[in-house]
């Protein structure tokens, strides 16, 4: 059964009691930096599309009142080893963040399976704690509304709105939080993929020169809304990219090697290390994720928007 969410990812709900929720990722197609705030944040102004490589996030309920995190056993060992699944995940600080707040006193097993990569600018982390704050809402019937839902993601990190929304693309401000539905028109297809390392967020802005003259997202906006996809990542943009360049080498080897091999522009999301093109069509785009994964002998993704 499907259920109707007034927001976030499509939700589905099985004979046992399980809620079964996609937590999606997002590309940034603009991401401009255009102040430091006292504290310490950055006030953005960023273009975010979510795409169709997701995550899954199934829950069910408990009877001991613990919530209880652990992988699919179809996760993959390099996710095990980088993603904690203790307190410090984003997706039990969801889920006490929704505790302290409607007082919930029962359980839930979490089951996450992970394809997402951590610290990639991707916002697996983000997609997962969206998708249990909607999978809690809903095993245990919680009366608490999108916008009280959207306090508690603010407060847990910069890209839970954007992905807690189920908007299909949006200009984000703030600190990404301020989330702004964009009427995107056509379909994209880009391919990702991403060095070992991934990149620390706060490492990256912390590094940051705030540009004296922002750009402005408005023109982007306008080509995207009007479905000129080929005008429109002309304009595609991230001021965080040379700060992370400078952190991460085999991403800036990468994005060149890319450039030089495919002649196609190539930009980072978030604050990386994931790195994409843009492609003209689905096919198009297996075609390119192929090369790219004989150029680079590592994993790329398609990611349909
Ligand atoms: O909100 P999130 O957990 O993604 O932020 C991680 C870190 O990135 C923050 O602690 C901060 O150092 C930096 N950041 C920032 N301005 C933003 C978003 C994140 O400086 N708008």
Redesign the pocket.
Known sequence: MTCGSACGPPLSEDSRRQIVVSSPSKLNLFLEVLARRDD???E?ETIMVRTSFCDTLRLSPRDDGRLVLRFSDATADTFRNSVPLDQTNLILRAAEALRNRTGFSEGADLVLHKVIPPQAGLGGGSGNAAAALLGLRRLLGLSITDEELHEIAAGL???LNFLLSGERAAVCRG??EIVSPLKLRGRYFFVATRPDQGNE??RI??SLRVPPQPVSCAPLVQLLERGEAAGADQLFFNRLTDAASLHNTAMRSMMQEIQRCSRQRVWMSGSGSTVFVRCQSYTAANQMRRFLQQLLRRDAWVLQV
């Open positions: 310490g944040f950055h953005l990190g910069s890209d600190r990404g967020t706060n802005f912390s």
